[in-house]
């Protein structure tokens, strides 16, 4: 899709590299990016990982949503609706949970998957997932973007917490996490037994 | 299991710990034989790595016989392993390029933050050497849990003693690849800074690989007697200026290649040493790079520098004006040790290169502290302390 980006500047540069975040945001959705059915979605992070794997493999795992959380720490879980349509529950500070209805919004087999919540969403959100075939047989490039709405108020303070800067590093850490479970088969951890992956202990 | 804890600044002890176990499909678990203490060790000991936790176990220089395999381990029970330092994948794009410590896949991916923050792009895992490299326990105790143990552990023929592989974890590949790095050809002076363990391999290592002369720094005068004995000349930096010496004894000219084996553990009484100490114990963070900067100083035109030595961050009048007017080349890094352990196996087994020397020191397990303590004061007489695991059971 990058071919459809609208260049304002002359840069190459992804939008989410932009240290101006409103027009980033502005970029991403006149061009590549869908904005969630409610809310204001003015928060954009993207980050891309090299995995020494086929496009077709890597598509075909993530496209299983219920895969999702062996790799993505903060999903308990994602319920399959329909072929479109998924539950998601994830984990929020305090041992709270934020829920949405996902719904996808553009499918091509072994290139893109994109998304975006339903109506009622805790945290309005979209997003995509494209698959790139890397240069010089490394595999494939992944670029994971997430465009969301913080939320606000008290509750939304003790959510924003997680929500409001962790997406980045989440999204950092549970590509890694993907990339680990495609190359190597399992998800590296510095524990010396159960008893330490339990306590949360690397 | 019984294991050497790290607990703070000169505070190791050896404690009862739960057992490691098979987390992961290619995981291992290896009953430690023989297990050294490393100079890099004593960084630890010393307090200059971060990211260390009470109770952390330490060792990364450990050999071993398989006593438990995970499914998708290639090891068989019983086998004789030697274990890389390096955590490694095999499986990503670095590894296949044999770039080993620079694994895409070693650490765990919450463990990659610090490295990528630090260093631009997090390297491979590392036993027992803090959670900025994996917060993987080390080998200084009686079993460890090694991942990835399919491409990672070397089977040792029956017959060979532990002694003269055990050096293949670390110190021998990274010795190896510090001469390597200083590509060196025919006729080549090469000037090593510190007789330390991977100094004198580097030492032996250059002479393999067809330097003409080698010329070996330290101040411990037991150090620079056993560089004598590969046929290294030799400078005492505590009785002569190495710069001018480095030149006297190349005509002018300066080495063609060096090595700085030194690194964090610069000891001697300079200026800027004192300086670098002064800003680490204060945490204004700089390295102690004494020997970098004498190597660049000191080293030909044109030539080549090879730094094994271990930097973890910043450095302070690096002579940046030299190394560019003088057009010279720095290859560094952590060792890929994967890539040379098998070619190393062989040249142990024919005879080529002796390890054996090196040790000066055997321990029961339960003594480690005493051999960590012993390492750190008196660096002239010990120059490595092998610890047993099993000693009662070998003494008998």
């Known amino acids: 899709m990058s071919e459809t980006l609208d260049r304002r500047r002359e840069d190459d540069a992804p939008p989410s590299t932009s240290k101006d975040r409103t027009a980033a945001v502005e970029e991403a959705t006149a061009s590549f990016l869908d904005k969630p059915a409610q809310g204001d979605a003015d928060t954009l992070v993207a980050r891309t990982v090299t995995i020494n794997r086929p496009r077709a493999e890597l598509y075909a795992y993530w496209r299983d949503f219920a895969n999702l959380p062996s790799f993505m720490d903060n999903v308990e879980r994602v319920d399959i609706l329909d072929s479109r349509r998924s539950h998601w529950v994830v984990k929020a500070p305090g041992g709270k949970a934020v829920e949405w209805d996902a719904v996808i919004t553009q499918e091509e087999e072994g290139a893109v998957i994109a998304w975006t919540s339903e109506e009622g969403a805790d945290v309005p959100n979209s997003g995509r997932i494209d698959f790139r075939d890397a240069q010089g047989d490394r595999g494939t490039i992944v670029t994971a973007t997430i465009l969301y709405d913080p939320p606000a108020g008290v509750v939304g303070k003790i959510v924003a917490k997680l929500f409001q800067r962790e997406p980045a590093i989440q999204a950092r850490r549970d590509l890694r996490r993907f990339k680990q479970l495609m190359e190597t088969g399992e998800i590296a951890t510095g524990a010396r037994n159960r008893r330490l992956v339990e306590e949360g202990k690397n | ?396």
Not at chain 2, 112 to 128: R, V
């Open chain 2, 1 to 396: 299991m019984r294991a050497l804890t790290w607990h703070g600044k000169h505070d190791v002890r050896v404690e009862t710990v739960d057992d490691p176990e098979i987390l992961n499909p290619r995981d291992a678990i290896i009953r430690i034989t023989s297990t050294a203490i490393c100079g890099s060790d004593l960084h630890l000991y010393d307090g200059y790595i971060p990211t260390m936790q009470a109770g952390d176990i330490l060792g990364h220089e450990f050999m071993g016989e398989v006593v438990e395999t995970g499914p998708k381990s290639t090891l068989k029970k019983g086998q004789r392993v030697v274990v890389p330092f390096t955590i490694s994948c095999g499986s990503c794009y670095h590894c296949g390029k044999h770039q080993y410590s620079a694994c895409d896949n070693g650490l765990p991916a919450d463990n990659q933050d610090i490295a990528q923050t630090l260093y631009g792009q997090p390297m491979s895992g590392l036993f027992g050497y803090s959670h900025m490299t994996g917060g993987y326990s080390g080998g200084q105790a009686e079993y460890v849990r090694v991942p990835f143990s399919d491409v990672g552990p070397i089977v040792v023929p029956d017959g060979i003693d532990d002694e003269k592989v055990l050096f293949l974890s670390d110190i021998l590949p990274t010795g190896w690849m510090a001469a390597e790095n200083a590509d060196i050809e025919p006729g080549d002076t090469v000037a090593v800074w510190g007789c330390g363990p991977v100094g004198l391999f580097a030492v032996q290592s250059a002479f393999l690989m067809g330097a003409e002369r080698v010329i070996a720094i330290d101040h411990f005068p037991r150090r620079l007697e056993l560089a004598k004995r590969f046929g290294a000349e030799t400078i005492n930096f505590e009785e002569s200026a190495v710069y001018e010496a480095l030149l006297e004894m190349t005509g002018g000219i300066g080495p063609d290649a060096c090595i700085d084996s030194v690194g964090l553990e610069a000891h001697g009484f300079f200026v800027d040493n004192v300086i670098d100490q002064l800003k680490a114990s204060t945490f204004l963070g700089t390295d102690r790079p004494h020997a970098i900067r004498q190597a660049i100083l000191a080293c030909r035109k044109g030539g080549r520098v090879s730094m094994p030595a271990v930097y973890g961050g910043f450095v302070d009048k690096f002579p940046l004006g030299a190394f560019m007017e003088k057009g010279l080349t720095l290859k560094t890094g952590q060792t890929h040790v994967q890539h040379y352990m098998p070619g190393l196996l062989n040249a142990i087994i024919e005879d080529k290169i002796d390890t054996t020397f090196l040790i000066s020191h055997r321990l029961p397990l339960e003594e480690a502290a005493e051999g960590y303590r012993m390492f750190h004061d008196d660096q002239n007489e010990v120059t490595k302390v092998v610890l047993k695991p099993d000693w009662a059971k070998t003494a008998a």
